[in-house]
């Protein structure tokens, strides 16, 4: 049985910083495309960021340059580092895995950004 399970989400002020993790099991891990998504109350589910299982990283545009994806493979876990957090950053972010037509999804994390 496949699990992704998120951890390390919070309440955080402006400016602050949270990260997210990710373990799996269930999977061999190190083959899949890892990916975090969000999202936020009204709004559709959207790509935050995404490691491929040889390491290259893409981000959104919105989060670029503030959020760092990055993955062990001996943990099999995946995070997201999150840097000078925003209130629009507020969402619950989901961990994805991937390969092939192979598509998991994590329960998701709460982070709310606000004073």
């Known amino acids: 049985q496949v699990q992704l399970v998120e951890s390390g989400g919070g309440l955080v002020q402006p400016g602050g910083s949270l990260r997210l993790s990710c373990a799996a099991s269930?999977?061999?891990?190190?083959?899949?495309?890892m990916a975090w998504y969000r999202q936020a109350p009204g709004k559709q589910r959207e790509l935050v960021a995404v490691?491929?299982?040889?390491?290259?990283?893409n981000y959104a545009d919105s989060v670029k340059g503030r959020f760092t994806i990055s993955r062990d493979n001996a943990k099999d876990t995946v995070y997201v580092q999150m840097n000078s957090l925003k209130p629009d950053d507020t969402a619950v972010y989901y961990c994805?895995?991937?390969?092939?037509?192979?598509?998991?999804w994590g329960q998701g994390t709460q982070v709310t950004v606000s004073s």
């Open positions: 994805n895995a991937r390969l092939t037509s192979y598509v998991y």
């Open positions: 269930g999977i061999i891990f190190y083959r899949h495309n």
């Open positions: 490691i491929t299982s040889s390491g290259s990283t």
